[in-house]
Every structure is written in structure tokens, then in C-alpha cells.
């Protein structure tokens, strides 16, 4: 059974750094590009960063959103079924439920996990 778990997320003060954990299980995680997803409280659900597959034909690699490009980076471990997401320099717009999820296509997710929460404050 597919699970996606997120850890890592606190209280950070501004300019602060977390690094997110994704541990997965259930499916074979090489051949999946990962993502990150954030979901503040009466927003939508919106795009963080994803990672292309590790396995297979190289296309997409990865990217970000605009607001947080040269301040978060994604990464993954094979070995461990997991992918991170290292935030440093955040700020009270970067605070919300971070979310995990399974890509499979630009954009476009099929499997969640529950989040881990962000919390920015003085």
C-alpha cells in the first residue's frame, strides 16, 4: 500500500532553516518523480518544488516555484525511499502544511501524504 510520511516541520523564526523528510513506502520510488506541495490555511494547495525519476529514461528534472528558487532544494534518497526539501531563509509566507506527494505528470499528483507543518514566528 502506497504511504507517503512526512517529518521535520516546527516553529522557525524568520530566516531560519528546516529540512522536510518524505519517507516512502508501497511502490517502487526510483521510477517516480517526487514533490512538494504546501497548503496554508484558507489558500489553495500550491506548487513548492518536485524532482524528476531516478530510473528510466532521463526527461524532466525538477524545479521550483518562483518564490522559493535559491532558497529551498529538493533532493532524494533511493537507498532510504526518500525525498527532502531543505527551506532556509523563511519567511511568515512560507509557513503552512507541507505536503508530500507521488508525481505523474507536470504538475499533477497521484498520491499524498498528510504534511507536516511549518510554523514561522518570533
Known amino acids: 500500500q502506497v504511504q507517503l510520511v512526512e517529518s521535520g516541520g516546527g516553529v522557525v523564526q524568520p530566516g531560519g532553516s528546516l529540512k522536510l523528510s518524505c519517507r516512502t513506502s508501497?511502490?517502487?520510488?526510483?521510477?517516480?518523480?517526487m514533490s512538494w506541495y504546501r497548503q496554508s490555511p484558507g489558500k489553495e494547495r500550491e506548487f513548492v518544488a518536485d524532482?524528476?525519476?531516478?530510473?528510466?529514461?532521463?526527461?524532466?528534472?525538477?524545479g521550483y516555484a518562483d518564490s522559493v528558487k535559491g532558497r529551498f532544494k529538493i533532493s532524494r534518497d533511493n537507498d532510504k525511499n526518500t525525498v527532502y526539501l531543505e527551506m532556509n531563509n523563511l519567511e511568515s509566507g512560507g509557513a503552512g502544511v507541507y505536503l508530500c506527494?507521488?508525481?505523474?505528470?507536470?504538475?499533477?499528483?497521484?498520491?499524498w501524504g498528510n504534511g507536516t507543518v511549518v510554523t514561522v514566528s518570533t
Open positions: 508501497g511502490f517502487y520510488f526510483p521510477f517516480d518523480g
Open positions: 524532482i524528476g525519476f531516478s530510473e528510466g529514461p532521463q526527461g524532466y528534472k525538477g
Open positions: 506527494g507521488r508525481r505523474w505528470g507536470y504538475r499533477a499528483v497521484n498520491a
